[in-house]
Nanobody, 121 residues
Framework: QVQLVESGGGLVQAGGSLRLSCAAS????????MGWHRQAPGKQRELVAT???????DYADSVKGRFIISRDNAKNTVYLQMNSLKPEDTAVYYC???????????????WGQGTQVTVSS
């Protein structure tokens, strides 16, 4: 099995910064893309940022220029540096990873349990 554990959420004032981390553990043969999604109350889950195994990143328009996604392949960890936070960034943030457990397994998406980010005005 594969587990993703997020950390780093919390309460911050508008304009502040937070850094989220997501560490993967378990039976892992290889990683493909990793990413962050978020879900605000009453809204659908939306993609925030993704990063490929080679380090190519992509962002939602709403966070471009403010958020930075990175990964440490040696630590099986993906990060999300969030700067200039706004109240509309308030949501539960989920990490996900496309993982292969062995050559006999197919690529599968796994999700973390989520971490709350609250930005006060």
């Amino acid at each position: 099995q594969v587990q993703l554990v997020e950390s780093g959420g919390g309460l911050v004032q508008a304009g502040g910064s937070l850094r989220l981390s997501c560490a993967a553990s378990g039976s892992i043969f290889a990683f493909n893309a990793m990413g962050w999604h978020r879900q605000a109350p009453g809204k659908q889950r939306e993609l925030v940022a993704t990063i490929t195994s080679g380090g190519t990143s992509d962002y939602a328009d709403s966070v471009k220029g403010r958020f930075i996604i990175s990964r440490d392949n040696a630590k099986n960890t993906v990060y999300l540096q969030m700067n200039s936070l706004k109240p509309e960034d308030t949501a539960v943030y989920y990490c996900n990873a496309n993982v292969r457990r062995s050559l006999t397994f197919r690529w599968t998406d796994y999700w973390g349990q989520g971490t709350q980010v609250t930005v006060s005005s």
